[in-house]
Nanobody
Framework: QVHLVESGGGLVQAGGSLRLSCAAS????????MGWYRQAPGKQRELVAA???????DYVDSVKGRFTISRDNAKNTMYLQMNSLKPENTAVYYC???????????????WGQGTQVTVSS
């Protein structure tokens, strides 16, 4: 059994910052790629940022230069530092991880429960 637990969401004024965390726990052999997705009301879920096990990162164009994704492999935790937040960043943010579990030694996709980020104008 593997669980992803997000934290760090909340209400912030435009221009402010938030830091999201996603902690993985359970029968983990290795965590491969990880990513943050978001879903705003009435919209499809979209990939915001991704990071490989080696630390390579990618971002959706709208957050480049403002958001930073990182991970601490020793803690099985991923972060999303969000600066200069805008009202259009309001959404539920979900973490995702491609994890190889111990038994059987296979890869599975896991999702967190989501954390609400609300940016007021």
């Amino acid at each position: 059994q593997v669980h992803l637990v997000e934290s760090g969401g909340g209400l912030v004024q435009a221009g402010g910052s938030l830091r999201l965390s996603c902690a993985a726990s359970g029968s983990i052999f290795s965590i491969n790629s990880m990513g943050w997705y978001r879903q705003a009301p009435g919209k499809q879920r979209e990939l915001v940022a991704a990071i490989t096990s080696g630390g390579n990162t990618d971002y959706v164009d709208s957050v480049k230069g403002r958001f930073t994704i990182s991970r601490d492999n020793a803690k099985n935790t991923m972060y999303l530092q969000m600066n200069s937040l805008k009202p259009e960043n309001t959404a539920v943010y979900y973490c995702h991880a491609d994890i190889t579990i111990i038994i059987p030694r296979r890869d599975y996709d896991y999702w967190g429960q989501g954390t609400q980020v609300t940016v007021s104008s």
